[in-house]
C-alpha cells in the first residue's frame, strides 16, 4: 500500500469535471514538501502534467488544475475529454522514509 | 528537446544483476540543475523510484532496494546506468529512466519510453 493514497478509479461522462486526491501524512504533503501529477496514457510513459502544486508545463491544458492543502493534494480534469483516460499518479517526498514517494495511480474512464 | 533512451538485456535471469543504460539527447547529463533516476514500473501496478544520480556521481536510492542497487553515470558518453542485483520474479517491470528537476521541485519533466525487462530462467 502507497504512503501517498489516491482512489483506484473514478469516472466521468465528457464534458463533465472529476478530481482525483492524494492523501499524505505530516512526513510528506503535510511537511510542505511539493506534489506533482503524471499522466500515463495506455501503453506509454508518464507524462508530467502538474508540477510544484499547481503550475502546468508549457502544452498541458488549462482544462487540468491541481491543488494542496494540509496533508491532501488534488487534481482536477473539467470539461472532460476521451483521451483523458488514463492512469495519473501523484509524487511528493517523504522525510522520514528519505525517498520519492508515488500515489498508487488513480485510472480515470470516461464513460 | 530532451530525449531519453533506456537500453538493456530484456531478459535476465533469476540471482543474476540486471544492467541498463540511458542515453540522453538533446542536453548535456553534465547540467547542474538537474538528477537522472531510475523507476520502475511491474505491469498493472504503479511507480517505484529505484534511485538517481548527480552529474557529480553522487547517489540516492530508495531504503528498500538500497542493498542491491548501483547507479552510475558516464558523462562523456551522456549516459546513466542502473544495476541491480540478485534479481528475482519480483524485480519484472517496465523500467524508465527519467530526469529530475531538483532545483523547481523535485519533479521529473522528461521520461524515457521504457523498457521492459523479464526475470525468468
Known amino acids: 500500500q502507497s504512503v501517498l493514497t489516491q482512489p483506484p478509479s473514478v469516472s466521468g461522462a465528457p464534458g463533465q469535471r472529476v478530481t482525483i486526491s492524494c492523501t499524505g501524512s505530516s512526513s510528506n504533503i503535510g511537511a510542505g514538501y511539493d506534489v506533482h501529477w503524471y499522466q500515463q496514457l495506455p501503453g506509454t510513459a508518464p507524462k508530467l502534467l502538474i508540477y510544484g502544486n499547481s503550475n502546468r508545463p508549457s502544452g498541458v491544458p488549462d482544462r487540468f488544475s491541481g491543488s494542496k492543502s494540509g496533508t491532501s493534494a488534488s487534481l482536477a480534469i473539467s470539461g472532460l475529454q476521451a483521451e483523458d483516460e488514463a492512469d495519473y499518479y501523484c509524487?511528493?517526498?517523504?522525510?522520514?522514509?528519505?525517498?520519492?514517494?508515488f500515489g498508487g495511480g488513480t485510472k480515470l474512464t470516461v464513460l | 528537446q530532451v530525449q531519453l533512451q533506456e537500453s538493456g538485456p530484456g531478459l535476465v535471469k533469476p540471482s543474476q544483476t540486471l544492467s541498463l543504460t540511458c542515453t540522453v539527447s538533446?542536453?548535456?547529463?553534465?547540467?547542474?540543475?538537474?538528477?537522472w533516476s531510475w523507476i520502475r514500473q511491474p505491469a498493472g501496478k504503479g511507480l517505484e523510484w529505484i534511485g538517481r544520480?548527480?552529474?557529480?556521481?553522487?547517489?540516492n536510492y530508495n531504503p528498500s532496494l538500497k542493498s542491491r542497487v548501483t547507479i552510475s553515470v558516464d558523462t562523456s558518453k551522456n549516459q546513466f546506468s542502473l544495476k541491480l542485483s540478485s534479481v528475482t520474479a519480483a524485480d519484472t517491470a517496465v523500467y524508465y529512466c527519467a530526469r529530475e528537476d531538483w532545483v523547481s521541485g523535485s519533479y521529473f519533466d522528461y521520461w524515457g519510453q521504457g523498457t521492459l525487462v523479464t526475470v525468468s530462467s
Open positions: 509524487q511528493s517526498y517523504d522525510s522520514s522514509l528519505s525517498d520519492v514517494l
Open positions: 544520480i548527480y552529474t557529480s556521481g553522487n547517489t
Open positions: 538533446g542536453g548535456s547529463i553534465s547540467s547542474g540543475s538537474y538528477y
